[in-house]
C-alpha cells in the first residue's frame, strides 16, 4: 500500500480534517456510537456529562464529549452502505494517518464501533420494540467485493452456504458475511437478543416492499428469514451493518450493531414514536461500553 497519499486521494477540508467528517485523530475517542440520523446525535449531546468537540457536514453531525467520565465519539453516518464507506474510511485514517505528512502511522489505533440504529424484523416473535445484536451480517449490497481481503477476514463457509440457500440471480451482487465483535457483543448480551442482519442496498424492492415497481426477488424476505447459521436466524434486515463489519474487520477495528426493532415486517406492524425507547437504548449501551 501506498504510505504517501495523493491529495486527491486522501482529501482534506481546508481545515486539514477529514473532508466528510470534519474530525482528525485528536478530535475522535476510541469508543465511537454511529447512528444514521444527524438529529439523533442531538440525544447524546443532552447525555454527555460534557462535550469537547463538535461538527456539522452534510448528513455527518460529529460529537465528542465525556460520559461518566469515559470518552465517547457519536457521528452519524446517513443511509446505506455508501454513506458508511465513506464515514468507516475516514475514521479509520483519522486514527491511522498522519494528515500533515500524509503517512500511515506506525502504531495501529484500532477502534470500537457500535452502530446504534433501527431496522425491520423478520419474525413475529420479534416485535416491534425489540433490541437485536448481530452477532454475524449478510451484506448483499456488495461494497466488500471492491476491497481486497483476505477469506480468512470474512466468513466464507457462511457465505456460500447463504449463496447457495438463496440461490440469487447471477446478476446481483455476490453476497459477503462477516462475524461482529465477540467483546462487543458481550457487553449487550443481557440487554437484546442475538441475530444475523440482513444488510439491504436499498430501502423498497432490496428490502422486498413492492410498491410501483415490483421486486425482481418476490420471496426475498421469506428465503432470508428461513436461512440459519451457528444455531441464530436472520433476525432482521437494515442498510449499514454488513459494510461497517466488512470495513472494521479488514482496517482491524471492532463493531457492533445494535437496531430497535421499529417494523415487523412478518405482521405488518411499525413503531412510529420510538424516540423515548432510543434514548433508553442508548444510555443502556453507553452504560455498559463504559
Same mark, same amino acid.
Not at 26 to 36: K, P
Not at 56 to 76: C, D, K, P, V
Not at 93 to 106: E, F
Given at each position: 500500500?501506498?504510505? #504517501? ?6 482529501v482534506?477540508?481546508? #481545515?486539514g480534517?477529514?473532508y ?9 475517542? @476510541?469508543?465511537i456510537?454511529?447512528?444514521? !440520523? ?7 449531546k ?6 469537547? =468537540?463538535?461538527?456539522?457536514? /452534510?448528513?455527518?453531525? &460529529?460529537?465528542?464529549g ?18 458508511? !464507506? ?11 494517518? @498522519?494528515?500533515?505528512?500524509r503517512?500511515? /502511522? ?6 470500537n464501533?457500535v452502530?446504534?440504529?433501527? &431496522?425491520?424484523?423478520?419474525? &413475529? ?10 452477532a454475524?451480517? *449478510?451484506?448483499? !449490497?456488495?461494497?466488500?467485493n ?5 477469506d ?5 463457509? +457462511?457465505?456460500?452456504?447463504?449463496v447457495?440457500?438463496m440461490? +440469487? ?11 461482529g ?9 443481557n440487554?437484546? $437478543?442475538?441475530?444475523?442482519t ?11 416492499r413492492n ?5 425482481? *426477488?418476490?420471496?426475498?424476505n421469506? $428465503?432470508?428469514? &428461513?436461512?440459519?447459521w ?6 432482521n434486515l ?6 461497517i463489519?466488512?470495513?472494521? /474487520?479488514?482496517?482491524?477495528? #471492532? ?14 406492524? =411499525?413503531? #412510529? @414514536?420510538?424516540h423515548s425507547?432510543m /434514548?433508553?437504548?442508548?444510555?443502556g ?6
Amino acid at each position: 500500500m501506498d504510505n #504517501n497519499f495523493k491529495s486527491s486521494e486522501l482529501v482534506l477540508a481546508p #481545515n486539514g480534517s477529514l473532508y466528510h467528517i470534519y474530525m482528525t485523530g485528536e478530535n475522535l475517542a @476510541d469508543d465511537i456510537f454511529l447512528v444514521g !440520523d444527524p438529529n439523533r446525535v442531538n440525544m447524546f449531546k443532552e447525555i454527555f456529562d460534557s462535550i469537547e =468537540f463538535e461538527s456539522q457536514n /452534510r448528513e455527518i453531525h &460529529s460529537l465528542t464529549g465525556s460520559y461518566h467520565g469515559h470518552r465517547f465519539t457519536a457521528l452519524s453516518t446517513g443511509m446505506g452502505c455508501d454513506n458508511i !464507506d465513506i464515514v468507516v474510511t475516514e475514521l479509520d485514517a483519522a486514527a491511522n494517518i @498522519d494528515l500533515k505528512s500524509r503517512t500511515i /502511522r506506525q502504531n495501529h489505533r484500532s477502534l470500537n464501533m457500535v452502530r446504534i440504529g433501527t &431496522s425491520g424484523s423478520l419474525h &413475529s416473535e420479534i416485535p416491534t420494540g425489540s433490541l437485536v445484536a448481530s452477532a454475524y451480517a *449478510i451484506g448483499l !449490497d456488495g461494497l466488500l467485493n471492491y476491497y481486497q481481503h483476505d477469506d480468512s477476514q470474512l466468513e466464507e463457509a +457462511m457465505t456460500q452456504a447463504f449463496v447457495s440457500h438463496m440461490q +440469487m440471480p447471477d446478476r446481483m451482487a455476490r453476497p459477503y458475511c462477516v462475524k461482529g465483535s465477540k467483546e462487543l457483543l458481550a457487553k449487550v448480551a443481557n440487554i437484546t $437478543k442475538q441475530g444475523i442482519t440482513a444488510t439491504a442496498p436499498g430501502f423498497y424492492a432490496p428490502q422486498g416492499r413492492n410498491i410501483r415497481i415490483a421486486p425482481s *426477488i418476490p420471496d426475498l424476505n421469506e $428465503k432470508l428469514a &428461513s436461512f440459519q447459521w451457528d444455531g441464530l436466524k436472520v433476525t432482521n434486515l437494515e442498510m449499514e451493518t454488513s459494510a461497517i463489519y466488512g470495513l472494521s /474487520r479488514i482496517m482491524g477495528h #471492532n463493531a457492533l450493531t445494535v437496531c430497535l426493532i421499529i417494523a415487523n415486517r412478518a405482521d405488518g406492524t =411499525f413503531l #412510529n @414514536d420510538y424516540h423515548s425507547q432510543m /434514548r433508553d437504548t442508548i444510555v443502556g449501551i453507553m452504560d455498559r461500553m463504559g
